[in-house]
């Protein structure tokens, strides 16, 4: 069921149980009214009748005078009189204004509800001629109970023309609040379809205003996180070129000519007269060199001692190798052994993070020292493989981050972890980050 209907049923259901309540309110007070004024009105004319003739006990009535007080009686309301005849048959005497319009007569149901049991009395009148007239005095609430009746109409219409109002002021409150969620629903969509530039406007409705500044906040969100990971996206691509050039340009410059020089050497070691040490010694020292070219291809491309010797190996195996090239850099690493027992997937992770942070260091921090630490720490009762990496450079400023930066977040971020990066002039940088410790399986092992 939709809001609105679901609204509009609750609205329903409660005009259903306050008219109910109401016409149940309403037939007790009428109930209540009735009797009261029924015994008012049989009381008064008792009293009436009382005043009217009550004589001696040897004087009579003459019949004008009995006449005229009982004319003067049946003007009182809701009584009704009659004569008792000389065969005892009852004769009706002129009541007082009574309800004889069939559709001014309330319901059966109605005058069953506020009826209660009506009083009647008798009274005897003697008369001159000595014969003695009875006559019956009995409440008649019909025209009180057609009053109840018009009264409790005019209520039950009353509370459905105010239950229409209120409904229909519902109505139009919500019809503006539905608007304003078809536009926040509108704008989700656009998000969803990956229109990030069209904003939710500002609402009246406060609760609703907060709603689309958080969507236009999560949508410049987005927007941003897609321009980074596009950003991104080319410089990977970018940096997959330059290393595709790199790597062909050192296999013709190392490789095709020191196989070159090989070759050569090879071909003179045939003359006659050619200096064979000299040559081997040459194509040992072309060897080496092209040794070292590998090592340095290879570690680029993948360290292959993290699967054969370990995460602790071969972060020392980089370090070192950044020292001999940046001798004026100390680099300080520490590290559990803990680590050799990180999955291939994290440690490699741990790695290009900390090769990231070091070629950081050496472009752009103008430092003399930096510290490496590598340790398993056990945080939020969960296993964790903590990465810290400072040094004492020229600082900066955190806003605008990097590509390698970004990167880096992107390879903690991707793992289920946390990264942190602080830089302030003068007092170096700080890379902090954590992932989940995930060991090898034990085939691996």
């Known amino acids: 069921m939709s809001l609105r209907g679901l609204i509009n049923a609750r609205i329903v259901l409660s005009v259903v149980l306050i008219l109910i309540i109401g016409g149940l309110m ?22 009436m009748i009382d005043l009217s003739f009550k004589y001696p006990a040897n ?111 519902i109505n139009i409150v919500f019809q503006s609040m539905l608007k304003s969620v078809h536009a926040i629903l509108a704008g989700l969509r656009r998000v969803e379809s ?44 970018h940096i997959q070129e330059n290393e595709r050039q790199t790597m062909s340009r050192e296999l013709h410059d190392e490789m095709g000519q020191s196989l070159t020089a090989v070759k050569a050497m090879a071909v003179a070691s045939k003359q006659p007269k050619a200096k064979i040490n000299e040559i081997a010694d040459s194509i040992i020292g072309i060897c080496n060199h092209l040794s070292v070219v590998v090592r340095s291809m290879m570690r680029t491309l993948h360290p292959l001692s993290l699967s054969d010797l370990g995460l602790a190996a071969t972060l020392t195996d980089l370090v070192t190798e950044w020292q001999r090239r940046y001798p004026a850099l100390e680099i300080d690493l520490t590290y559990d052994e803990a680590v050799n027992w990180l999955d291939d997937e994290v440690g490699i992770h741990v790695y290009r993070i900390v090769q990231e942070c070091l070629t950081n260091v050496v472009r752009h921090a103008q430092a003399s020292k930096a510290t490496v630490t590598v340790r398993r720490h056990i945080i939020k009762g969960k296993e964790q493989v903590v990465i810290r990496v400072e040094d004492d450079g020229i600082g900066g400023s955190t806003e605008g981050e990097g590509f390698g930066v970004l990167g880096m977040r992107e390879r903690v971020e991707s793992m289920g972890g946390q990264f942190a990066f602080e830089s302030i002039p003068g007092q170096g940088v700080r890379v902090r980050a954590w992932m989940p410790f995930i060991e090898r399986e034990n085939d691996e092992q």
Do not use: C
Request: avoid cysteine.
């Open 26 to 47: 309403a037939i007790w007070q009428a109930r209540q009214s009735v009797q009261k004024e029924i015994n008012s009105s049989f009381n008064l004319a008792l009293q």
């Open 59 to 169: 004087r009579a009535i003459t019949e004008q005078h009995w006449m005229r007080q009982l004319s003067a009686i049946q003007k009182t309301r809701h009584i009704h009189i009659s004569l008792v005849n000389d065969d005892g048959s009852e004769s009706e005497w002129l009541a007082g204004k009574r309800v004889s319009d069939e559709e001014d007569m309330p319901p059966a149901w109605f005058k069953m509800a506020v009826t209660s049991d009506a009083p009647s009395a008798s009274y005897d009148i003697q008369l001159l001629d000595g014969r003695t007239k009875t006559i019956l005095i009995r409440a008649d609430p019909i025209d009180e109970i057609a009053e109840a009746w018009g009264e409790s109409v005019a209520f039950f219409w009353s509370i459905v023309l105010m239950m229409m109002v209120i409904f229909v002021a």
């Open 194 to 237: 990956g229109e990030y530039s069209k904003k939710l406007p500002h609402f009246k409705i406060s609760e609703f205003d907060a709603i689309a500044t958080e969507v236009n906040n999560l949508t410049e969100a987005l927007n941003i996180a897609r321009q980074n990971n596009q950003a991104l996206a080319r410089h990977t691509m």
